[in-house]
């Protein structure tokens, strides 16, 4: 239904939600102004220093801009938007996290933002929202169509009862010349809130200024982490390759890819060095990935550079600085645990200084085109992005934080080429156009619940599987199929297994597979036959029972459902053939692999 538009009351309502109150922010918060000048399709603020401008576009996808004009070109910006004041008739809305491990859930107005990391509060959104009604079915989505030069926030306000909403895009004191401009914003509705979802991710895609990398087959294969960790060297990683191999071969599946993950350099930052467990080095070893007929794949986390690291010792002034005092620390590690690594502190490499950049690049070359790597995982993205001026100072100032991301990311895929990009702790919006996929939650774990666990998948993926196959291919991250070193029962390991392998996107495992059980080899290797199927979950954002039905459509249009059952007690399903129970954790397929 379109959305119903009252320019004089300055509001808008959908299915029964009412935006309303619309106030313009700078910096935050709420500019001093003179009443609202409406006339046709703008609306005017007079402001202490220049002017507001509201501009609406009316259709089925309604499109705002707004801006602020006549400003001292000396006023640094942070932050402008629009804050609507009253937020009636509204259930609950979709907090987006911006980036893959901060996670992406529905939220009831007025909660709390809790005393956790506020880049995970549930009161800060990014990119786009779905607002679902008290009443009814479907969803209003409000979000942004650019995401290539700013980042741009939604923050949660208010009460239960009368919530509010700020959506605010982040200049970052980016000079200007008198006139700032918010990124722009689209309000629509649909019956099916996944179905609104993908229309957002669709204009999205169109307003990209480079169209979306979709890998048009399916990622699958092998990754060393989640088995291995950091304790990996050369005799290790070839006899798994030779296990990856004789799986691939035997079953005649597509197992693509065979990925080396972290512990093979000593520090991060000095990735051209190679710890002395790869005695050849890393240009023999990817060779034999190579003739074993895989795509040779490597880790690596560009933005970061451990205080140990013989990078930092030659080249400190290579590091983003701290506004207050010496380097800004993105990670820290003073006791135990420290990835089989020296480093006390990791710091951000400043892709703004020439030096710095020339080194990245050259790394990138020399492992895609001598070393041969054809797969590049890029972990901790997110450390280019999360700091703007009041945190950070670069060796160039003026850039957005976006800006600074796609510089290092136009880098890595100048260098890269065609070969396949997975982003991880990956900007999920920004990357559009230079990432082929990304991870869409944390890693995975050994065990039901918990930090490290299955939670993050099964929130995540349903939040995020409307970007699956649009902005780019979705990775749920490994799958465990072995039989020892974890903590989850027969039925939670298939559960979570048909979960990721049904989704359509990445596919990948860590496991030894020539030690992997019988029955999960075989359920594994048909998942890896299932080329060119999309994912859709009809349910999402309405299920009161917490049964996930995920409907998967194959290239010759049959369809299987998965009824898989999360929670800790059984869930009866009812259709025409009679009722299906579902043990907890279990999961029901419907159709035949």
């Known amino acids: 239904m379109p959305i119903d538009i009252d320019v004089a009351a300055l509001s808008f309502t959908s299915r029964g939600i009412r935006l309303g109150d619309i106030q313009p922010l700078i910096d935050g918060e709420v500019a001093t102004r003179a009443p609202p000048e409406i006339g046709g399709k703008a609306v005017r603020w007079q402001l202490e220093q220049g002017v507001a401008i509201l501009e609406i576009e009316r259709g089925q996808i309604v499109r705002l801009r707004f801006r602020v004009e006549g400003l001292p070109t000396d006023r640094a910006i942070d932050s402008l938007g629009l804050r609507f004041g009253r937020v009636d008739e509204l259930r609950s809305y979709l907090r987006n996290g911006y980036q893959s491990w901060d996670g992406s859930f529905f939220v009831e107005p007025g909660t709390s933002p809790g005393d956790g990391p506020l880049a995970k509060a549930p009161t800060l959104g990014f990119a786009l929202t779905a607002l679902l009604p008290r009443a009814g079915d479907g969803a209003v989505v409000l979000g942004f169509s650019r995401h290539d030069r700013f980042q741009s926030r939604l923050r949660f306000g208010g009460t239960a009862s009368a919530p509010t909403m700020d959506v605010e895009t982040l200049w970052d004191r980016v000079p200007h010349a008198a006139t700032v401009e918010a990124e722009p914003l ?112 490597l880790w690596i986390a560009p933005f970061l550079v451990g205080n140990r690291s013989r990078l930092f010792t030659e080249h400190p002034d290579w590091v983003v600085q701290s506004t207050s005092s010496g380097p800004l620390i993105h990670m820290k590690f003073y006791s135990e645990f420290r990835w089989h690594k020296r480093s006390e502190e990791y710091y951000v490499l400043d892709v703004t200084h020439p030096d710095a950049a020339a080194y990245i690049r050259q790394v990138f070359r020399t492992w895609r085109h001598d070393w041969g790597a054809r797969y590049f995982k890029t972990d901790f993205m997110n450390a280019g992005m999360e700091y703007g001026p009041k945190e950070a100072r670069w060796h160039q100032a003026g850039l957005s934080r976006v800006a600074i991301w796609r510089r290092m990311a136009a880098i890595i895929r100048d260098e890269i080429g065609g070969a396949l990009w997975l982003g991880c702790g990956c900007p999920l919006w920004a990357s559009v156009g230079l990432i082929d996929a990304a991870r869409i939650g944390r890693d995975i774990g050994v065990s039901w619940r918990g930090d490290y666990s299955a939670e993050s998948l099964l929130r995540d993926q349903l939040t995020r599987n ?128």
Request: proline share 7%.
């Open 186 to 297: 689209v309000i629509f509705d649909d019956d099916e809130i996944e179905k609104a979802l993908r229309l957002w991710s669709r204009i999205t895609a169109e307003e990209s200024p480079l169209p979306p990398r979709v890998p048009e087959r399916r990622i699958t294969g092998w990754c060393s982490w989640y088995n291995l960790y950091a304790a990996i060297d050369e005799r290790l990683i070839l006899e798994h390759l030779g296990a990856a191999s004789k799986f691939r071969d035997q079953r005649n599946v597509p197992l693509d890819v065979f990925q080396i993950d972290d512990g093979f350099t000593p520090e991060m930052g000095d990735w051209l060095d190679v710890k002395p467990q790869f005695p050849r080095g890393m240009k023999p070893l990817i060779a034999d990935i190579a003739t074993a007929g895989f795509t040779p794949g």
């Open 466 to 593: 409307h970007a699956s196959g649009i902005l780019w291919q979705a990775d749920p991250d490994c799958v465990l199929l072995r039989g020892r070193f974890h903590e989850m029962s027969d039925d939670e390991v298939r559960s979570l297994l048909l979960f990721a392998g049904l989704s359509g996107g990445v596919l990948m495992t860590s496991d030894k597979l020539d030690e992997i059980p019988k029955e999960r080899g075989n359920l594994f290797a048909q998942l890896l036959s299932l080329q060119g199927s999309r994912c859709d979950f009809p349910d999402f954002g309405n299920v009161s029972d917490g049964l996930i039905v995920q409907r998967v459509t194959r290239p010759d249009r049959t369809v299987l459902l998965n009824l898989f059952n999360p929670t800790d007690a059984p869930i009866e399903w009812d259709n025409e053939d009679g009722t299906i129970e579902i043990a907890p954790h279990a999961s029901r397929l419907i159709g035949s692999l």
